[in-house]
């Protein structure tokens, strides 16, 4: 009800700020909250290695090297490739790296871009509801909430990628809020085609009756809020173009590929282990057309879309040591 409140009085304040004055935190929140704490979306572990070939990057004896985890670096990028989202992100490298502040100019241009279409003002309403939510929870337990978003750069790399891409169909495992999901979404309506986002998650939705959620001092890496749902950061006038599957994607996601006949762009975010984030790379990778993308947040964790890309022979480009993609 608190929740519901404060988005009924953000909606009718004027649409979204000056971008001069709009930086990572205004969005992202406590994702760098979250990035101090631990990178990884996986359970925080006493060791370095949380799981088979996964590490935690926020771990004093955090080794780049062991996860391949190096930012602004293009993998493979003597192999001969076609992808025309890699030809036009090919066009701001220098050798086999592209400075981050060449990329930042576009990113701020899709900023000035993402901002016109309709119901972006929404998205980031609600991000400041969100927030105002997560601080009440925060004071009222004295534990730390943290809504396990993504940055603001990432979300407008991903927006990048979806213009560039014109996918007809993205395939996202691991959603929670979904501001990632929004901003795809945001991308396929200024594209103006039919494209349309299928998505997996396991909602993690607070519950104050359960005491499990309300642990003095305890960090609670992702969080949505009680009565929600994942993705309900999206608006819902492009629902229609947006299908959610509650459950587990070792189960969802082989079916889900095996009914879809074509995925143009596959998105990971969800369980940051090695062998699930192979597991989820080889099955989109059945159906992934030609010149597809395979993107994957949270890479500093594992090197698993740098194997990947070197088992299946395509460049793929580390975006801030935050996020990578694969290009087929």
Not at 163 to 189: E, Y
Request: glycine content about 6%; proline content about 6%.
């Amino acid at each position: 009800a608190k929740l519901e409140a404060v988005i009924a009085v953000l909606d009718h304040r004027s649409p979204i700020p000056d971008p001069t004055a709009l930086n990572h935190d205004q969005v992202s929140g406590a994702s760098a909250d979250a990035a101090s704490a631990s990178s990884c979306s996986i359970q925080s572990s006493p060791g370095l290695l949380v799981a088979e070939k996964t590490y935690d990057s926020s771990h004093p004896d955090y080794d780049a090297s062991a996860a391949r985890n190096f930012p602004g670096k293009i993998i493979n990028v003597d192999l001969p490739c076609n992808n025309r989202v890699y030809r036009e992100l090919k066009k701001l490298a220098k050798g086999g790296e592209i400075p981050y502040e060449l990329l930042q100019l576009t990113l701020d241009a899709m900023l000035e871009e993402a901002k016109a279409v309709p119901h972006a003002d929404l998205v980031l309403r609600r991000c400041d509801a969100l927030k105002e939510y997560l601080a009440d929870l925060e004071a009222r337990y004295c534990a730390h909430y943290i809504a396990g978003w993504v940055g603001l750069e990432d979300a407008l790399f991903l927006y990048w990628l979806v213009r560039q891409l014109d996918p007809k169909t993205i395939v996202q495992c691991g959603v929670c809020n979904g501001l990632s999901s929004a901003f795809m979404m945001l991308a396929l309506a200024k594209n103006g085609s039919d494209g349309k986002l299928y998505l997996i998650d396991l909602p993690p939705v607070f519950n104050p009756k359960d005491p499990a959620w309300t642990i003095s001092g305890k960090t609670y890496g992702i969080v949505i809020p009680e009565g929600k749902t994942s993705g309900w950061l999206v608006p819902e006038a492009y629902r229609r173009r947006f299908e959610l599957q509650t459950g587990d994607a070792k189960m969802l996601l082989p079916r889900l590929v095996d009914n879809l006949p074509t995925i143009d762009m596959f998105y990971h975010d969800s369980r940051h282990t090695y062998d699930h984030m192979m597991f989820e790379f080889r099955e989109a990778r059945r159906k992934l057309a030609p010149g597809g993308l395979v993107v994957a947040d949270d890479i500093a964790c594992a090197a698993a879309l740098w194997d990947f890309a070197d088992e299946t022979h395509v460049p793929a480009y580390n975006f801030r040591g935050k996020s990578g993609v694969a290009f087929f």
